[in-house]
């Protein structure tokens, strides 16, 4: 078993992140879905639609929700899903190099993989010196 991985984003970063994850590293070594939220969405709506992404994406080991701006509507959504008994981490500020790393250390446990996240949402590199 292994964690899964749901992307919960706005319109069109999910799966555009997802599709150049797949074409790097495919096969992905962990179960992962994008979930996108239109700016005008209500989450009541969506949740069903959440819920049932993170059961798919679920092994048993838990899920890392991923979503791209904090206090955002698809970060609310997953707050509202890491409540529904499934066990969940969730980290924000999404991005390629982020859901890479995640992908990297495909075997830690739920509970490590936030800080691996976060780790590598942050190890940007100067190309240019002033």
Request: cysteine-free.
């Amino acid at each position: 078993m292994s964690v899964g991985v749901l992307l919960i984003t706005h319109s069109g970063i999910g799966s555009a992140l997802l599709s150049v994850a797949q074409r790097l590293l495919n096969p992905l070594p962990l179960r992962t879905e994008a979930l996108e939220v239109p700016f005008d969405a209500d989450l009541d709506s969506l949740l069903p639609a959440a819920s049932a992404a993170l059961r798919r994406v679920d092994d048993g080991d838990g899920v890392l929700v991923l979503t791209d701006l904090y206090g955002a509507s698809p970060n609310n959504l997953a707050a509202r899903v890491a409540r529904l008994g499934t066990p969940v981490r969730r980290v924000s500020a999404l991005n390629l190099p982020m859901l890479l790393r995640v992908m990297n250390y495909a075997e830690l446990e739920l509970d490590q993989l936030p800080a691996v996240a976060a780790a590598g949402a942050r190890n940007g590199v100067i190309l240019d010196d002033a």
